[in-house]
């Protein structure tokens, strides 16, 4: 089957090495309806090798004429074989690296974002001007804000705010979040590292994605806030927009739940999602040029039918 000739993505991405690093050790896919970031661990060059090898297990995704979330959940088992078979020599502490991001899949012949996150990567939809984050961090310090000992501000300084709990190559069986929300008009989906939520707080993130209507704009405006905050670490940002959707939906609950035994799975309505509330917020402060510079690319196309750039 194909995919909904009406159903048309636009997407804008931009990588950054940030100012202290001197490895990106981030990627990114961007092709036929697939979104995807991965930060990179390890030391030395693990990390670089270990956020291309995910993201080279989970391409195949951008060749299928309709993407099922069966697939996905397939590829992240490959993804997870491969990182940690990466070979970091007798002294390493081996390889791993983060995964967010949104794949544009059918079910029962309704397009939904299904977004996926393992690690403290983030993904963001902005939808009727409120900005969700949908993906939940996989770390020591969300884990603290949970059981109501740290605050989200007390969190973004905290000495073990880089400490997570998740992650593909991990000895443990990683475990991905899969959430599914119908797509709608001109939704707009945030794909990044934490090189940006590091420096930029979501107040700061809303605003940019919300006076800059051109996708590959916004994300080029968000990693120059990073840099300009302090760029303590490599950014990697993807904004993608649904310019057109055939079949409008408001509810998910008869969607069908997943059966993957290493994956967490829920099917949620668009207002299931904390909403984004400026008030408390306070103002925040694979791929790479070879110069270090800006990375950039830009798309628009059918989904998930591929688009014109791939990282």
Known sequence: MTADPELTI??????????????????????????????????HDAGEV?????????????????????????????????VRAIDTGPAGRGAGTTLTGVVVAYLEDIAYWLFVNVG??????????????????????????DAGVLTRDEARTHPRRNVI??????????????????????????????????????????????TRPDPQQAAGALVEAAIAAGGRDNITVIVVDATGVGTSSSGADTLPRGDAGTADDDT????????????????????????????SEQGVGEAPAESRGSA
Request: aromatic letters at 4%; proline letters at 5%; hydrophobic letters at 40%.
């Open 268 to 295: 949620l309505p668009r207002d299931a999602f904390p909403a984004w509330r400026a008030p408390d917020a306070g103002s925040g402060q694979e791929q790479e040029a070879e110069d270090g510079a800006d990375l």
């Open 120 to 145: 403290d990567s983030r993904t963001y939809l902005l939808s009727g001007g409120r900005l969700d984050q949908v993906s939940v961090d996989h770390s020591e310090v969300q884990e603290l804000i």
């Open 10 to 43: 636009a997407w804008g991405a931009s990588s950054h090495r940030g100012v202290r690093r001197q490895l990106n050790e981030d990627g990114y896919l961007a092709a036929g309806g697939v979104f995807l970031v991965a930060d990179g661990m390890g030391g």
């Open 165 to 210: 709990t998740r992650a593909l190559g991990s000895h443990d069986e990683p475990r991905a979040d899969f959430r599914y929300v119908p797509v709608v008009a001109h939704d707009r989906v945030l794909v990044c590292s934490d090189g940006l939520t590091g420096e930029i707080t979501d107040v700061g993130i809303a605003e940019i994605l919300l």
């Open 50 to 82: 270990a956020s291309a090898t995910a993201l080279d297990a989970l391409r195949p995704l951008t060749e299928l004429p309709r993407i099922e979330p069966q697939h996905v959940e397939a590829l992240l088992t490959v993804a997870q074989e491969r």
